[in-house]
């Protein structure tokens, strides 16, 4: 699917009053405007998108097959990314948090927050149950920044929330995560009701932000959260 960019829509409105002038103005001033309308197409506006990665990209970056413990396989109705093309973003922050979006693999969605290409998979070990999720965004100018404070405020808003599968809480904890990318957060998920808990990662590599889930292992998913965000933000810095 073809999608149009905000900011082509925001050039073609801001054409229109030139255009409306034209039409009503004197000889002398319609050959003023046309001069005019000269030299500003003689300097086109910047791509917001130039230099961004598009989702193709950024499918490279993920995580092979190969690096996913024995057990695991893709599922391939969460393998999705938006290909050569980039999608308009959304800039403003969730007023308040949804916490049950953290239970999800798409968890990064909590800050409200959208880029313009994204690529994502997830794993699962169908004899366990434990699952593996993996994606990357990315962002215009310091919105990725604002992206990881968007992660941490979203885990101090949500100490805890309701499982819909036990009805049972969930607590949440949250903290800086040195060493991965250029900035990182990591949120820890637990619950007595769970044979394990989970852990979430974000972290940042240029304009671009790395998001996995994991639930594998007995230590809530920690240790191949970090491993396989550290081969992402490895790819990503080789892709840049």
Not at 232 to 239: E, Y
């Given at each position: 699917m073809h999608f149009?960019?905000?900011a082509a829509r925001v050039?073609?409105?801001?054409?229109?009053?030139?255009?409306l002038?034209?039409?009503?103005?004197?000889?002398d001033?319609?050959?003023g405007?046309t001069?005019a309308?000269?030299t500003?197409?003689?300097?086109?506006?910047?791509d917001p998108?130039?230099g961004?990665?598009t989702?193709?990209?950024?499918?490279?970056a993920?995580?092979p097959?190969s690096?996913f413990?024995?057990?695991f396989a893709?599922?391939?109705?969460?393998?999705?990314d938006?290909?050569d093309t980039?999608?308009p973003?959304s800039?403003a922050p969730?007023d308040?948090p949804?916490c049950?979006?953290?239970g999800?693999?798409a968890w990064?969605?909590?800050t409200?927050i959208?880029?313009?290409?994204?690529?994502?998979?997830?794993y699962?070990n169908?004899?366990t149950s434990?699952?593996i999720?993996q994606?990357?965004?990315?962002y215009?100018g310091?919105?990725?920044?604002?992206v990881?404070k968007?992660v941490?405020k979203?885990a101090?808003a949500?100490?805890?929330?309701?499982?819909s599968?036990t009805?049972?809480k969930?607590?949440v904890?949250?903290?800086?995560?040195?060493g991965?990318?250029?900035?990182?957060y990591t949120?820890?998920?637990?619950?007595?009701?769970?044979e394990?808990?989970t852990?979430?990662?974000?972290a940042r590599?240029?304009?671009?932000?790395?998001s996995?889930?994991?639930?594998?292992?007995?230590?809530?998913?920690?240790?191949?959260?970090?491993?396989?965000t550290?081969r992402?933000?490895?790819?990503?810095?080789?892709?840049s």
């Open positions: 149009t960019s905000r050039l073609v409105l801001a054409a229109l009053p030139l255009t002038a034209a039409c009503g103005s004197s000889d001033t319609a050959a405007d001069s309308k000269a500003a197409s003689s300097s086109p506006s910047k998108n130039a961004l990665l989702g193709t990209q950024l499918k490279k993920l995580a097959a690096f413990p024995s057990g893709v599922d391939p109705s969460g393998a999705r938006t290909g980039y999608i973003p800039t969730a308040k949804d049950t979006r953290l999800g693999t990064i969605e909590i409200g959208t880029g313009v290409s994204f690529a994502q998979n997830d699962i169908k004899n434990e699952q999720a994606e990357i965004d990315a215009r310091t919105t990725a920044e604002t990881l968007e941490e979203a101090a949500c100490e805890s929330f309701t499982d599968d009805s049972t969930v607590k904890t949250g903290r800086s995560t040195p991965l990318g250029d900035g990182a949120i820890t998920l637990t619950n007595p009701a769970w394990n808990g852990t979430l990662i974000a590599v240029g304009t671009n932000v790395v996995v889930l994991s639930t594998d292992g007995r230590d809530n998913g920690a240790a191949t959260a970090k491993k396989l550290e992402i933000v490895a790819s990503l810095k080789k892709a």
